[in-house]
């Protein structure tokens, strides 16, 4: 879950719009929220690292 927060954390401090990266990386907007359901898997993951333009081991 923590990578999970830090992805949210890096979502909110770069005002990235939301509605836009699930539909580009087809992970559910649930996931974008301050306290999700469940963590992101591995795959969703690197697809929102991948749409940010981001090595995921800055999120490490």
């Given at each position: 879950?923590?990578?999970?927060?830090?992805?949210?954390?890096?979502?909110?401090k770069n005002k990235i719009d939301?509605?836009?990266l699930s539909e580009a990386t087809g992970?559910?907007?649930k996931l974008f929220r301050r306290n999700p359901d469940?963590?992101?898997?591995?795959?969703?993951?690197?697809?929102?690292c991948a749409y940010l333009k981001i090595n995921p081991r800055e999120f490490t």
């Open positions: 879950m923590e990578m999970t927060k830090k992805v949210w954390k890096y979502i909110e939301i509605d836009s992970v559910s907007r469940r963590p992101m898997n591995a795959t969703e993951f690197l697809e929102v």
